[in-house]
Nanobody, 114 residues
Framework: EVQLLESGGGLVQPGGSLRLSCVAS????????MSWVRQAPGKGLEWVSS????????RYADSVKGRFTISRDNAKNTVYLQINSLKLEDTALYYC???????WGQGTQVTVSS
């Protein structure tokens, strides 16, 4: 059974940082591209970042480029999202996603507030 378990969210002030983690199980993690997607209150899903297998090249939405860093540790079956210089508009429920499938985690809440 595929499972994706996110953690690391919280309440932070603008300018702060968080590191989100997503631990995967039930499939060969190293064979799959992974993504982070977020949903702000009252809004639709927004793709944030992706990391591919192999060399692990990365892509970012323009809204987070330069502030967010995605990475993966295949030995730990984990994908990370380092979030720096948080803005109020980064407040959202953050999900990890197994790219090309319908598998999502339950999400971890990031709230940016002064």
């Amino acid at each position: 059974e595929v499972q994706l378990l996110e953690s690391g969210g919280g309440l932070v002030q603008p300018g702060g940082s968080l590191r989100l983690s997503c631990v995967a199980s039930g499939f060969t993690f190293s064979n799959y591209h992974m993504s982070w997607v977020r949903q702000a209150p009252g809004k639709g899903l927004e793709w944030v970042s992706s990391i591919v297998t192999g060399a692990g090249s990365t892509r970012y939405a323009d809204s987070v480029k330069g502030r967010f860093t995605i990475s993966r540790d295949n030995a730990k079956n984990t994908v990370y999202l380092q979030i720096n210089s948080l803005k109020l508009e980064d407040t959202a429920l953050y999900y990890c996603n197994l790219v090309g499938t319908g598998y999502w985690g339950q999400g971890t809440q990031v709230t940016v507030s002064s």
